[in-house]
């Protein structure tokens, strides 16, 4: 077999946030910075 081998996972590919719990207190403050665009499926539809 010639040339470099090649590889399913990168290293990178292992995102820790992901895993993140966050209590209630933290979400809702996310939600007020990032509110999300709206009522699906109208705020998706073109």
Known sequence: MAGLPTFRHPPW???GGVSLDLDTDT???LDKIWPGPGEAPQAYAW
């Open 13 to 15: 590919s292992d995102l």
């Open 27 to 29: 979400h809702e403050r």
